[in-house]
Structures are given as C-alpha cells and as structure tokens.
C-alpha cells in the first residue's frame, strides 16, 4: 500500500525516525501474492494442437511451446467435462469427487439425476388462498465432493477469481467466482430453446433441448407467449409465461417486436440484442427476472422465429451464480447481459435442425466474442493470486463440425465454409492466448490446459440393447423396444445389469437398488467378471471392430470415499464409437450399432487414454505423463500450498 509520505530533506530526532519508520511497518500491507492465470479450453485436443502448430497457424501456441513446455494431459475415466473438470479441482479421481457422469441414478426409482447439482425446496410454507408462501428460502446443492484447490488458497490469504470452471454450480469462493458448466436456465434445465412457426401440425412438440409452438399469421401479426419456470407460488402449479407479439410487415421481410416493455425491429435472419424480461411469481413482491434473444429466421412463406433458452439475467439472478452474489451483476454493468446457462452454444438446435449449419456457426461466434470480451475484462483487473479463465468454444465446435473435416465420417458434409472450422476455432484460442501473455510476466506463472481431447463419433452403440441380446437385461414386451423410454419396459426380476449415462453400467444389486436380484459377494463379482469379458469380446459384425477397449471396475480402480455411489463399470469405447441418445436413458432399440449422422460428430466419451487434454506452461513440466490431477498439485505448489491427504497428484512444475 502507498502511505502517501512524501520524501523531503528534513533533519528528525533519531527518535521521531524510529517512531515513523513503525508506522510505516504498520501501514504496508503484505507484499502482492504470485501470479498464476490458468487458460482452460475444454476439449483441445494435443494432436490437433501440434498439427495447427506445425503448418504455422498457431503462433502464440508455437512461442509457448518453444519457450516453455507442451506434453499432453491425462484424463479422466470417463473423459467427461464435469468429471474431468472435477478431477483438477479437487486433485481427486472420481471416487473422491463423486461426479462421474452427467447423469446420475437413485437407486431407489432408477430415475436418472443430474450430476452435478440438485435443488432443495423449502419445506416451510403457509397456505394463503390460491398462494403457497415459503417462509425460508430453497437451496441448491452442488454435488462435487471434496475441497476446491482455490478454497485452500483463499485460506492462505491468496486472491482468487474463477471466471465460469464447470462443476462449480452454486459457485464455492471466498474470492470472485462466476458458476459455468451446470448452471441451468431460468426453467432449471441445461437450456431449452423456443422456435414459433405457422409450419407445425401439433400445439407443441418438444425436442431434445428445445420446444416447437404453433402459431398463426393474422392481419400480418403473430401472437405467443415466452414460457418460463413453474410457478412454486401457486397451488395450481403451472409455468409462467409472457405475451409478445411480432408485426410483420405485409411487402417487407421485417418485423416490429412487443416484449413487455420493450420494441425493437428485426429483418430477416437478424439477431436482437439482450432482452430481459419478469415473469410475475407472486404479484408485487416477487418477479423472476431473465434475459434472452431473438432470432427472426424467416419472415414468409414460412414464419419462424427462434429465442435462445431464456438466461438467468447476471443482473438480477433468481439464484446464485457468482460469489460475491453481487458480482455478476458487478460484470453485467462493465460487459453488458452475457449468456450464464451451461454451455451456450446451440448444439440442440442444430441436431434438431432448427439452424442451419451457418446459423450455428453465427450463434457460437457470439458465444466466443462474449467470453473474449470478458477475458479482456479479467485480465484488466487482475493485479495479484490466481485467474481461471474458461472457454467452450472448441469442444462444442469440435462437437458439431467434425463431420465438415473428416470424409471418412459417415455423416461427412462438404461446406466448403466449414470445412477449415476447426481450425478457426483454434486460431480464436491462439488469439485469446497472445491476449493473456501480453499480461504475464517474468513473476507469473502461466498454464493452459484442456480437460480431455477429441475423436470422432461415428458409430453408436445401444449399449442396453446388447445388455438385452446377452441376457443380462429382460424385457417385459420384446415387441415394445422403441419409444419406451427410463427403462419401463424393464423386467427387473429378471434383469442382472443395466446402463445408464454415457458411460455407467450398473449392477442390479439386491439391498442396493430397489428391485435388486444380484447377491453381493460372489455372485456380485461373477456378473462383474462376465460382463467385462463379455464387453471386451464384443464385435462390431459390419466392420470386425471391437468397440469397447476398456472397462473400469470402480470398486477396484477408484480411491476415495465416494466409490459406493459409481457406476459398478465404467466402458471405454474406441475410437469412432460412442454410446447412443437412446441407450443412456434407458431405451432398448432392436440394433446395437448404427452409423451416426447427426451433426453431433465429434466425441470424447471414449476409453480416457484416446483423448488426453493438454498442458502447456511458461514452466518446465516435471512429470513425463502429468495427469489433470497433478495439475492441482503443481497450482497449490506454486504458493507453498500443502495438498489435502485425499488428493492422489504430484507437482509436475519446476
């Protein structure tokens, strides 16, 4: 701290000297704390990396390899972002952490769970006619087991800003913190969108991630409603919801747009900016703020507009997103409304074919410059400790547009504008890199990193079909294998195994789940034994490949308390296969392997040692193979920071 003395030539008494040099002690605060930025880009991918690197593209990238260090990162068993993200947050592998899917189960019901945070109602109300009033708040649990390396940090007096890590809902931080992967929108889900168009046969119809309206064109005016949470203050239930109208105009494709307060005009294929919007919980005391866009598609012949999954608005939020609470709004006023669901960029609407290829594109470069503005923010104010910066766009990309690269994918699609996608998504990443070492200096240290790599998905495995075929899983209608969906159609008494998740496969354990027909013990290990021979030997008849290199045993290959709540096996798919959309929410099709031809093309949910991340630091890397969980070591190492006792990790930085 300055003390604002000015120095002048004045003789002192040797004892007023001594008095002032004590104050002097006792104004300076301790010296700044090191400085360590972490960039964390999910889903790089070393091989991609080096190659970009190699043909020149990549300069930032180059410098850092050449200067400092690059070797890849290992993963996580599953290679999962909410479990590998967990993993360098805790120092811990799954089994200490207890995230080891996206979805969970209750044993109990064999409902599946969302992983990563439940909500807690309040289960203190009163009754006021049609109203029920709580009379204290609800709370949301995160569901990450163990302590965040940033905790222990904090603890030593070290600063800390954690800008969107996922596996952090509600966000947990005696610093500044702002929630990332799991933080749901304003309806609780991971991101629903809305499309309007006179096109429809039914109502509605909902898609995975979204939900269609019908709607009519009338005197040149369409009139619907924005569908928001349910409404917890009403007796009756139901959700929410707000009247906006959009006026065409009759010769022009443009339309003049009624959202509450607000009016703006749209042309064709144009975005609005943020529109925040309330929907009335209870009248006068509470409104549920949020924000979204809209995008005006088409005008005629066919009238289709699409809104984004309505935000919970950083300014006003209905629940914590950010520690300080107050800070995302702090950020809302330097960078104006920002997306704070999940991951925003709109895979569901391409898979669903409500974007085209372009629009999506468009969609997810708005997701990028958001996060590129909010890192120059970051990066501005940050004077001491540590900064987390994250960013989606490659692994969502790499998600959606691996089949414009690869003509070996089976749903390869030639745009000779998306073709090179990839690697623009890179060069953006080397972009944002050459921004961040403009900020470092010879006392930072400087860490990018990814969670996991990338392969791509070109078959699909339903995998509880092939439970069916083996005799491990009975049906009660064999007849009844699709569009059956939680695993209804399940005859549990005669049901050894079940999968559920990308990559859990659960055991029908007597005393554990609720119809449980496996003994534990013997008979427990001997269904174990059988299934992991079993899966290793499966074969693909089209093309002679074995899908399935790995299967992890949880309660032999995971540490920590938290093993009794894994999947009893975790499956390693190789490379090009993945499971299913239907398998993992427990649907039996009648085949077990199809070519995929979605637009999801690229994947990562594979045996983890086909998909390390990566590591690149202004430091030496110690360590031949460091693995995410040694990362965690090497951050806490960098200010002295003893590790907890739980956490299995190394240093990996000289």
């Known amino acids: 701290m300055k003390t604002g003395f000015k120095v002048v030539s004045v003789a002192f008494p040797s004892t007023l000297l001594m008095v002032l040099a004590v104050g ?147 966000p947990t931080s005696e610093g500044h913190a702002l929630s990332g992967m799991g933080t749901p929108d304003i309806l609780g889900t991971p991101g629903t969108f809305s499309f309007y168009t006179d096109q429809l046969t039914h109502e509605t119809e909902d898609v995975s991630g979204g939900r269609l309206f019908r709607v009519s064109v009338q005197d040149s005016k369409v009139a619907a409603d924005l569908l928001g949470p349910d409404n917890s203050f009403r007796k009756a239930g139901g959700k929410m919801a707000i009247p906006f109208e959009v006026l065409l105009d009759p010769v022009e494709p443009v339309a003049r747009f009624l959202v509450q307060d607000h009016q703006f005009i749209l042309k064709e294929g144009e975005w609005s900016d943020w529109v925040r919007v309330g929907f009335d919980a209870l009248p006068h005391l509470v409104t549920v703020s949020a924000i979204g866009r809209f995008y005006l598609k088409q005008v005629r012949p066919t009238f289709k507009l699409y809104v984004t999954p309505l935000q919970i608005n950083p300014e006003d939020p209905a629940v914590p997103i950010s520690t300080p609470d107050d800070w995302s709004a702090n950020l809302q006023k330097e960078l104006g409304y920002f997306y704070t669901q999940e991951l925003p960029e709109d895979t569901k609407a391409f898979s669903a074919g409500i974007f085209t290829p ?84 010879d006392d930072t240290t400087l860490i990018v990193m990814s969670d996991h790599g990338f392969n791509p998905f070109y078959w699909e495995v339903n995998l509880n079909s092939w439970l069916v075929d083996k005799g491990y899983v009975k049906l009660k209608d064999l007849t009844q294998r699709d569009g059956v969906t939680l695993f209804q159609n399940v005859d549990w008494s005669g049901t050894q195994a079940y999968a559920l998740g990308l990559n859990g496969l ?72 993945r499971s ?42 110690s360590l031949d193979k460091p693995a995410l969980y040694d990362l965690t070591v090497g951050v806490l190492d960098e200010y002295g920071v003893r590790k907890l006792p739980a956490m299995i990790g190394q240093d990996c930085l000289d």
């Open 24 to 170: 002097l002690m006792e104004q300076t605060e301790p010296p700044p704390a090191k400085k360590v930025i972490i960039l964390g880009i999910d889903g790089m991918d070393p091989g991609l990396l080096k190659r970009f690197a190699d043909e020149g593209a990549l300069p930032h990238f180059s410098k850092l390899m050449k200067d400092g260090d690059f070797k890849p990162l290992q993963t996580t068993m599953p290679p999962l972002s909410p479990v590998a993200w967990s993993t360098f947050i805790t120092g811990t592998d799954p089994g200490g952490h207890a995230i080891f899917d996206f979805i969970h189960r209750d044993p109990k019901t064999l409902m599946p769970e969302f992983a990563m945070a439940r909500t807690i109602p309040s289960d203190w109300t009163v009754n006021v006619g049609p109203w029920v009033i709580p009379l204290h708040s609800g709370r949301i649990e995160l569901l990450r087991r163990g302590r965040a390396f940033w905790e222990l940090l904090e603890e030593e007096g070290v600063p800390t800003t954690i800008f969107r890590i996922p596996s952090n809902f509600p």
């Open 358 to 441: 372009g629009e999506f594109w468009d969609q997810s470069q708005f997701v990028y410059r958001e996060s590129r503005r909010a890192l120059d923010y970051a990066l501005r104010n940050f004077e001491e400790g540590l900064l987390f910066f994250y960013f989606s766009t490659v692994d969502q990309g790499c998600h959606m547009l691996w089949g414009y690269s690869d003509e070996k994918h089976p749903g390869f699609r030639r745009d000779a504008n998306l073709a090179g996608s990839i690697r623009v998504l890179y060069q953006e990443m080397d972009e944002a890199l050459g921004r961040v070492m403009q900020s470092v200096d």
């Open 506 to 577: 659960y055991v029908n354990l007597r005393g554990r789940e609720s119809n449980g027909i496996v003994s534990q013990g013997a008979e427990y290990d001997q269904v174990l034994d059988r299934l992991e021979a079993d899966l290793l030997a499966m074969q693909d008849p089209r093309n002679g490949n074995h899908p399935i290199t790995l299967v992890t045993r949880t309660h032999r290959d995971l540490k920590g308390t938290n093993v009794a709540s894994a999947p009893d096996l975790i499956i390693g798919y190789n490379r090009g296969y």
């Open 580 to 621: 299913s959309w239907k398998s993992p929410l427990g649907e039996f099709p009648r085949e077990v392997f199809l070519d995929n031809r979605d637009p999801w093309s690229g994947d990562h949910s594979v045996d983890y040692r086909l998909v390390p991340g990566i590591l690149l630091s202004n430091r030496k890397i």
